[in-house]
């Protein structure tokens, strides 16, 4: 049964150990040569989350390039995003960090848009690094109509305003821990801190480091 892309998540989540999680694609859009700049840039960093951005986009369909393009600036207009990228789902989380953003108040049919509107008015620090998404490497996209996939996408927009703009209602962030009591509590170097990498479907690698199961 296929629950979606944010079911993925929250699957993936409840699967995982790791300290540090990343979401991807599947389909090898996204790089996985890219996951640890990500990975280190949230561990070594004082980052909640990284975000990949993409600077280059491999997309056939110039229709959905435009579309997201569209809905990207709309989300920064909306909300006041001094971002480059704001849909963009390859992220890095400190894992309470993901948590928080999936603990949301409405139904929403295409959530994994916002985490960066969530982030933003929750207060995570959170930084962007440019990447290049590819042309599909396999599998084939779940949109089979953009304009519609579109339009259900937009009509989350007001209830996204009411929860992240009207309410307000910042999450406190629980402290960040000390390098040195990490290292002694979980007997383990900083560059050593496992990360999970969780996709919508049952991909999830997991490591000690960056180093982990690639599955398809």
Not at 5 to 32: C, K, N
Not at 89 to 98: C, D, M, N, P
Not at 201 to 207: E, K, L, P
Request: proline share 6%.
């Amino acid at each position: 049964e296929n629950r979606g892309i944010v079911a993925g998540w929250r699957s993936g989540f409840e699967s995982s150990r790791g300290r540090v999680l990343l979401t991807t694609d599947a389909d090898l859009q996204y790089a996985p040569e890219d996951v640890p700049m990500l990975y280190r840039e949230c561990v070594d960093g004082s980052w909640d989350l990284v975000q990949g951005w993409r600077k280059k986009y491999r997309e056939k369909s110039q229709l959905r390039k435009l579309l997201s393009n569209g809905f990207s600036a709309i989300l920064k207009l909306l909300f006041f995003l001094p971002i480059r990228d704001v849909k963009s789902g390859f992220i890095a989380y400190r894992r309470e960090v993901l948590e928080d953003i999936l603990d949301y108040r409405f139904h929403y049919f295409s959530f994994q848009s916002l985490p960066t509107v969530a982030a933003h008015f929750k207060g995570y620090r959170m930084k962007q690094v440019p990447i290049t998404v590819h042309q599909r490497f396999a599998g084939a996209s779940s949109i089979e109509r953009p304009i519609i996939f579109s339009i259900r996408s937009a009509l989350d927009l007001p209830k996204a305003l009411v929860e992240y703009r009207f309410l307000k209602q910042r999450r406190r962030r629980r402290p960040r821990p000390d390098p040195e009591n990490s290292r002694r509590r979980h007997g383990r170097p900083r560059d050593q801190q496992q990360l999970t990498i969780v996709t919508p479907g049952r991909a999830i690698g997991r490591s000690g480091g960056i180093e982990g199961d690639r599955r398809r």
